[in-house]
């Protein structure tokens, strides 16, 4: 258990950094400024809205929340607006929503934007979605309903990031909200700082960094990110994040019926798509999800710029559906949609899980003295072992992180490898044979593969790959798997998930699984080289369910 001497050490490190909140201030301003521009009375008055950029909502606490509000020009002050309520992402503020919020309020919504606490001008310290957050929420509609013409039944929220996770949460325990759209955001807290036991040490120093430099961050957070770094006090940094997890809370959400529309990207790997797709499918009340191609709110991003944006043109719809009540096709439409990575077309389900899609089981077969190991339709009938040894990267890769992703997703500069070349020592290869037609791969497939390493911590990442006739691969997922207190010697069953995918094998290609012990995004199981050996046998079959469409 953690001491709370150790918390306040944080704590008083936050509040002297003063260069970190002179950066704070220096994009406050910087932002404010452009909400300056963008929103002059005169260019404003001529579409019928009026902006306020200076309002501060004080909440439960006494904490100060920064806000500014989009309202529509109407004839009667007795006018009740249906009401969006926009909440920023990580080490932003609340001028982001600018372009969508005065869109919005020219379709006659009153908008709010404002600042979660810790970032921007608001006080206090960010809790990634803690109930404190969810007391912010609840002052804020106090404060439409007083000082505003906000319908109160009709109040919608969203956000990105940040927002998305805190947006979701508030639909959960606010019960005014009525509905939610929820872009790039996280259905479990724990899987996306700690999937597969791995720590997401890219993208956790990231927040963790940012957090210190573009707003005030509760010590907690620093502090379980390090439990998680060290290996001490896991359980405790878990039951953390569980508790700010939208999944913990589902039952609440249907409790109400609540609706609810998701964006997630595939190529997201802080909040991978997975989580969101089971939120999804716990979800029993109205609710659409769209998993895009894209890295981080990528996807959804060019529409903060007006730019025309597939996912922000779904989020006026919902709203235009569930506050407005305009019969605009919305709910009529399939409710999933997976855009493709190979071809960027998007292709619909009328449900997730979804009848369509099947499961393809394909069994690991040794490698031999010449040749890679198979995957085979048919089980592995022969005992063998195969090792590989850690110390070294192999050639499969996600890529640089961040930008791999990026490029691969937007201007198809895929993460590629040329097979032949991997690493007999620190990796192994699997193929199956050439295919007579695309195998159309739809969401998250597993692999389950016996092992006995040498050390108590080891990892494990599987990669797939989209190889061709000449050896060239196309990275189309991965997946992580890290054990920190197996029995050296004694064999034991790894269960990887990779994330999510949408892509089409095509005709005559392979498909192909590389499996090693690093990759970038991930914290390593330990830097001690040791080997991991693969185990065949009929009684202990390593498995990879491919999740497909036939």
Sequence with gaps: MRVLTRRGSFSAISRARTGDQKMKKFTTVVLGTVAGLVCSQSALAAGGVTFDDQIVITSADGTEIAANLFTPVTTSPNTALPTIIFVNSWA???????????????????????????????????????????????AIIDWLDANTQADISNIGISGMSYGAGLSLLGLAHE????????????????????????????????????????GEISSDIP???????????????????????????????????????ISNNFNDELFKPNSSLKLYSLLTGPKRIDVNQGIHISAEATGLLGLPNYVWNNVHDWFDFWLKGVDNGITEEPPVTMELQSSNQRVEF???????VSTKTLYLGPRGLIGDGALRSSPNTSTYTNAIWSGADSIATTGIPIL?????????????AWLPAASDINSIVYETSSFSSPLKLRG???????????????????????????GNGKLISHGVRTLHNATPGQDVKMSIEFVAAGYDVPAGHRLALV????????????????????????????????????
């Design 92 to 138: 932003l503020e609340e001028h982001e929503y600018l372009v969508q919020a005065g869109k919005l309020a020219q379709d006659g919504y009153l908008v709010l934007s404002y600042s979660a606490r810790g970032w921007g001008q608001s006080t206090a310290f960010a809790t990634v979605g803690g109930p404190e957050d969810v007391e912010d929420l609840s």
């Design 175 to 214: 019960p005014r909200i009525k509905t939610a759209a929820a872009l790039s955001g996280w259905g479990s807290l724990p899987d996306a700082l700690y999937g597969g036991e791995s720590t997401s040490l890219v993208w956790g120093t990231l927040l963790v960094g940012s957090g210190y430099l573009l």
């Design 223 to 261: 502090a379980y990110f390090g439990d998680l770094l060290a290996g001490t006090d896991v359980a405790e940094a878990i039951a953390w994040a569980h508790e700010r997890s939208p999944l913990t809370h589902v039952d609440k959400i249907n409790a109400r019926n609540a609706p609810v529309y």
């Design 350 to 356: 009328e449900d997730w899980p979804s009848a369509s």
């Design 404 to 416: 791999s992703a990026a490029l691969d997703a937007h201007i198809n500069l895929e993460v590629s």
């Design 444 to 470: 998250a497939s597993t692999l389950d593969v016996w092992i006995s390493p040498s050390h108590a911590k080891t990892q494990l990442v599987a990669y797939l790959y989209d190889e061709d006739a000449f």
């Design 515 to 550: 499996l090693d012990t690093y990759d970038p995004l991930y914290q390593p199981a330990t830097l001690l080289a040791h080997q991991v050996n693969i185990r065949y046998s009929s009684s202990k079959q390593s498995v990879l369910k491919l999740s497909y469409d036939p």
